[in-house]
């Protein structure tokens, strides 16, 4: 059978162009990390709205509803579409203020981190030396000892609440800012525009906030948000260990914790928890991902 297309065509017709391609991913991608967004957005409202959207108090006890499983009418004459726990606690209301813990621990957090993160990670990579070389030796050494060891000494030390739990995820997080922040200023401290900045007398704070950091903003936000979702997920190990939000405040890992004695007679316990915290830190880290993805130039082949 005959070609439809003439042999003299030329090969690139036939082919979709590069930039076609690379503009259909870049919407792809500025999709995705739209929907992500759009999910934390709908976690935050949320979490502010759990007192209007739990159908019961989280810490009510009700023995004679006690291990029902999800019905729209228990032994206790009211509604639990997620069942209840072992002390007939509603386990859809405990799951949504569960979400207002994790979101305000793992920001909390997010600002600590943050906070000391980027100011080593400026200071290291403009001063550079010695103090760069002290700076990236105690993150190295952190890097290296076990975040549990860590979170134990600390909380037995300061004792398990909610600024300690804030303080020892924010600070096991630092690392990530300050050797992201430190490689980006090393490669903008030898540019010609910051030598001239310099030669017109610019105070190294000046250059600091008015030319280097609003260079790396884009950067800092594609690390916190993948320190989001780790931060919301070691509030929730911490929890289940029982190193974190202490009872009967709810939270998903302690939520995970109180069910594992009755996954075989009460699964929805430790299930429904489980399932959410999941879909939430996965979202969260492939938000951070798609961030990523669309600012970083060299990803974009800009």
């Known amino acids: 059978m005959a070609s439809s297309i003439p042999a003299s065509a030329p090969a690139e017709a036939l082919a979709l162009p590069v930039d076609a391609r690379a503009s259909r991913g870049a919407r792809r991608t500025r999709a995705l990390a739209l929907s992500g967004a759009a999910f934390v957005l709908l976690l935050v409202l949320v979490a502010i709205a759990a ?30 579409p997620l069942g209840t726990d072992h002390l007939g606690r509603d386990v859809l209301s405990r799951v949504l ?31 550079g030396g010695m103090t760069d070389a002290a700076i990236m030796t105690v ?28 303080l020892v995820i924010g600070l096991s997080g630092w690392v990530s800012y300050a050797r992201i922040l ?56 911490l929890s289940f260990l029982g190193l974190g939000i202490q009872p009967p405040t709810p939270s998903w890992g302690g939520m995970i914790q109180e069910g594992r004695e009755y996954l075989d007679s009460a699964w929805w316990i430790s299930t429904f928890p489980g399932l959410v915290l999941m879909a939430t830190s996965l979202v969260v880290s492939r938000t951070g991902d798609w961030l990523r993805d669309l600012l970083d130039p060299t990803l974009r082949g800009e």
Not at 55 to 71: E, F, H, N, V, Y
Not at 100 to 126: E, K, Q, Y
């Open 182 to 237: 430190r490689a980006q200023v090393l490669a903008l401290r030898s540019r010609e525009f910051i030598d001239a900045i310099r030669g017109l007398g610019g105070s190294v704070l000046r250059i600091v906030l008015r030319h280097v950091l609003p260079n790396v903003l884009s950067s800092l936000v594609v690390v916190a948000t993948l320190e989001l979702g780790r931060a919301i997920v070691l509030e929730a190990t």
């Open 51 to 80: 007192p209007w959207l739990s159908p019961q108090d989280p810490i009510r006890q009700s023995l004679r509803g006690r291990l029902a499983g999800p019905t729209l009418e228990g032994a206790d004459g009211r509604a639990h």
């Open 97 to 127: 203020y569960g979400s207002r813990v994790s979101l305000v621990v793992g920001f909390a957090a997010v600002v600590v981190g943050g906070l000391v993160g980027a100011t080593l990670g400026l200071v290291a990579g403009f001063r």
């Open 139 to 166: 993150a190295d050494a952190q890097l290296a000892f076990p975040f549990i060891l860590l979170a134990i000494g600390i909380i037995a030390v300061l004792g398990p609440s909610f600024p300690t739990l804030v």
